[in-house]
């Protein structure tokens, strides 16, 4: 279905509103002064050239992050994830490189915060850990990043945010994402879950989100953005993020700001965008 190595993909409109919600869940835990655990389930390298033979074969990130490079007037949010990319391009006019997730933490991370990537990747491992070999706070684990649920939480701090992102390459991993945090939530329930999730089938999307309803947990919030709508031909439609215990404030945000992205990533009119709760407190 989707390709497992996220370089092909880097910097399209799903990396967009992923990677902001990540930004907003981070800066909302960093409102309090005690430390606080990352866990990056499926972290890839990292840190994407765009201009890499990956990236030019699919030059998605030309829908996505390039529709927002040198725009100005962004929305307050939207301009702190855009000077998170400006960081890994070295503050420059110029967009050569995308960060993912695993970079937009440790540039957000502060001292008394530390975070765990992991990668099964046997090409992506070795990238992610030289990437990040020189932060202090930051360990890479070459590993199944589904068992990192039981294997490390809760966590000593008791506040984190676990980001799971996998590559849906296989239909198993829309049921391993739902034991996955019935694992991690059964240790860690006052923890934020941010499950990130492709629209190819609609049917498989579904398969998550009555999986997390039949876990019983409450504050489960869903984000979801379209480019177009449902179809049954091949490729991506739309992307989301599922939230378990969200930031009150991401609500309002990402209401605020999908209008926004609606209208500037997908100008040809069929985009559309949903903030919901799939169980409420």
């Excluded at 990192?148 to 590559?167: N, S």
């Excluded at 296989?170 to 059964?186: P, R, S, T």
């Amino acid at each position: 279905m989707l390709s497992y190595r996220h370089s092909f993909h880097a910097g399209n409109h799903a990396d967009v509103i992923k990677h902001i919600v990540q930004m907003l869940i981070i800066e909302s835990l960093q409102q309090k002064e005690k430390g606080f655990y990352y866990l990056d389930t499926h972290s890839g390298v990292g840190r994407y050239r765009l201009f890499s033979e990956e990236s030019e074969k699919t030059a998605e990130f030309a829908e996505g992050i390039g529709c927002l490079w040198q725009r100005d007037d962004l929305p307050e949010e939207v301009a702190r994830y855009i000077a998170q990319i400006k960081k890994v391009n070295y503050g420059g006019k110029e967009l050569r490189y995308y960060a993912g997730s695993p970079l937009i933490a440790a540039q957000m991370l502060r001292p008394q915060d530390r975070a765990l990537l992991t990668e099964l990747h046997p090409t992506d491992f070795p990238l992610l850990r030289n990437n990040f070999k020189g932060f202090d706070n930051i360990q890479t684990k070459r590993d199944d990043g589904f068992q990192q649920l039981k294997a490390t939480l809760p966590p000593k701090e008791r506040r984190g945010l676990v980001l799971i992102d996998p590559p849906y390459e296989l239909k198993e991993d829309y049921d391993l994402v739902v034991k996955a945090i019935e694992e991690g939530y059964k240790r860690f329930a006052t923890g934020v879950y941010a499950i990130w999730y492709p629209v190819v089938l609609r049917q498989q999307t579904k398969r998550i989100v009555k999986g997390l309803e039949a876990t019983g947990i409450r504050k489960i919030l869903q984000i979801e953005f379209a480019v177009r709508p449902d179809s049954d031909q091949r490729g991506m439609t739309a992307s989301g993020m599922i939230v378990i215990n969200p930031p009150w404030q991401l609500e309002a945000q990402m209401k605020k700001i999908l209008p926004y992205l609606v209208k500037v990533l997908v100008p040809e009119g069929t985009g559309s965008y949903s903030v919901k709760w799939i169980t409420p407190e």
